[in-house]
């Protein structure tokens, strides 16, 4: 297959590569784009750790071909935030310490951006389904739920 030109909108800003269409979405976001936040885990659809917005969808980017996100909205970890301001899930994992080694954490953050997107007030019950799919190998799962509850209720006061 030849390379051609893919239009995405990434992160609020229009942007353009130049890959094969079947080329996984993670291998172009940290490879052509320089977006190092979304990791490559196990590269099987299994870990959550490549987890990107896909217009509002928490998908895992290490197995979504180029060719699905064209001319969709894309978001990273990088584009949670508000022109350089902390999101408030990110700014909440920091204040519940929720993070130790942190290679997990882009896909979670992602994950609980799409839940929090959906439902603003979610269960502690729904906050554990909506991240039941990433695995986190330090355990830092209960301070994990905290900061999505945190972040939730910040943002409903701001709301």
């Known amino acids: 297959m030849a390379a051609r030109r893919i239009d995405l909108n990434l992160n609020g800003r229009a942007c353009t590569v130049h890959a094969e269409e079947n080329t996984p979405l993670l291998y ?37 071909p180029l060719w699905a996100a064209e001319g969709k909205v894309v978001c990273t970890v990088e584009g949670l935030g508000d022109g350089g301001a902390l999101h408030p899930l990110q700014q909440a994992f920091i204040d ?56 939730a209720a910040v943002m409903g006061v701001a709301a």
């Open 28 to 64: 172009v976001l940290r490879n052509d784009c320089d977006l190092k936040g979304t990791r490559f885990g196990c590269g099987a659809s299994q870990c959550g750790s490549c987890h990107v917005l896909l217009d509002g969808a928490s998908v895992p980017a290490c197995d979504t």
């Open 96 to 151: 519940e310490q929720a993070a130790q080694c942190g290679y997990c954490l882009s896909g979670i953050l992602i994950s609980a951006a799409a839940l929090l997107q959906q439902n603003p007030n979610p269960s502690e019950t729904e906050v554990r389904q909506a991240l039941d799919k990433h695995l986190c190998r330090c355990g830092s799962h209960n301070r994990i739920v905290r900061a999505v509850l945190r972040a």
